[in-house]
């Protein structure tokens, strides 16, 4: 019922800045409660990057502390992870995924993934 779309991945060099966005569509009146940045190397778990409420508050996980930042945009249901200083670890295929109420319940969707790779 609602359609994550990310956007922003590609190959960056170390020391650069990369802004990540996630968007949350949908043909159904729907509104976020949450929305959480993952990231995932091939052959490792998903890890928790960054998350947002949509009251404002957010949490970044300590690896990428200092060097990324997540905001929400509230009138175009989006939301951005900012990352700075990119280190070849942060390499990876970064994930999206909103927790929205709509048609009478509360739901997460996931964003297809897209691929930061930070190299010289």
């Known amino acids: 019922q609602v359609q994550v779309v990310e956007s922003g991945g590609g190959l960056v060099q170390p020391g650069e800045s990369r802004r990540l966005s996630c968007a949350a569509v949908s043909a159904y009146a729907f509104s976020i409660r949450d929305v959480t940045w993952y990231r995932q190397v091939a052959g490792k778990q998903r890890e928790l990057v960054a998350e947002?409420?949509?009251?404002?508050?957010?949490s970044i996980t300590d690896s990428v502390k200092g060097r990324f930042t997540i905001s929400r945009d509230n009138g175009n249901n989006a939301v951005y992870l900012q990352m700075n200083s990119l280190k070849p670890e942060d390499t990876a295929v970064y994930y999206c995924?909103?927790?929205?109420?709509?048609?009478?319940?509360?739901?997460?969707?996931w964003g297809q993934g897209t691929q930061v790779t930070v190299s010289s």
């Open positions: 995924k909103v927790r929205c109420s709509v048609l009478g319940g509360t739901y997460d969707y």
């Open positions: 947002i409420a949509w009251g404002g508050s957010t």
